[in-house]
């Protein structure tokens, strides 16, 4: 058992609200960095020469994710411009809070767009039932570890 379980932490709603930032940057940074690439390399496909032959389904799918993924990318680095206009206000709390619910957002903008990105290759690639199969299994796997699993952990820890 870990000696400070059952223990609250001794710290000023300040500290804790520092706290709760840093370890919300952390998390920011590995997201960001995912939907950066992806959205890279998403905007470099339209320039390829096969691009030009894809059906107008596969066409409308690239068009869907790199929506997605730009909307990812914007949404993952909106806690910076949070931060830059709201810094030396005191409202710390308030702004862990705001763009804590803006990564949850970004992070499941960005689930889609992994999943939108898979089943564009894959219907690319192998076409039909077997790429939505495996797209689908994919987003699946993403709803248990991101979302089952810590909902379960936090209902065992209640």
Same mark, same amino acid.
């Given at each position: ?22 370890? +919300? ?17 998403? *905007? ?23 929506? /997605? ?21 005191? +409202?710390?709390?308030? *702004? ?23 089943? /564009? +290759? ?21 709803? *248990?570890?991101? +979302? ?11």
């Amino acid at each position: 058992m870990n000696p400070a379980e059952g223990r609250e932490r001794r710290e000023t709603s300040f500290e804790r609200a520092d706290r709760q930032w840093n370890d +919300l940057l952390q998390e920011v940074r590995v997201a960001q960095t995912g939907a950066q690439i992806l959205f890279g390399f998403l *905007l470099s496909v339209a320039f390829m020469p096969r691009f030009g032959t894809v059906s107008p389904f596969d066409r409308g799918l690239y068009v869907v994710t790199v929506v /997605l993924g730009a909307l990812a990318t914007g949404t993952l680095i909106a806690p910076v411009a949070y931060h830059r206009r709201l810094a030396g206000r005191r +409202l710390k709390p308030e *702004l862990v809070r705001a763009t804590a619910r803006l990564v949850v957002l970004g992070v499941v903008l960005l689930a889609l767009t992994v999943g939108a990105s898979l089943l /564009l +290759l894959l219907h690319v690639v192998i076409g039909g039932g077997l790429a939505w199969g495996i797209a689908g299994g994919v987003m699946a796997w993403f709803a *248990l570890t991101w +979302l089952l699993l810590p909902w379960l952990l936090l209902r065992h820890h209640r």
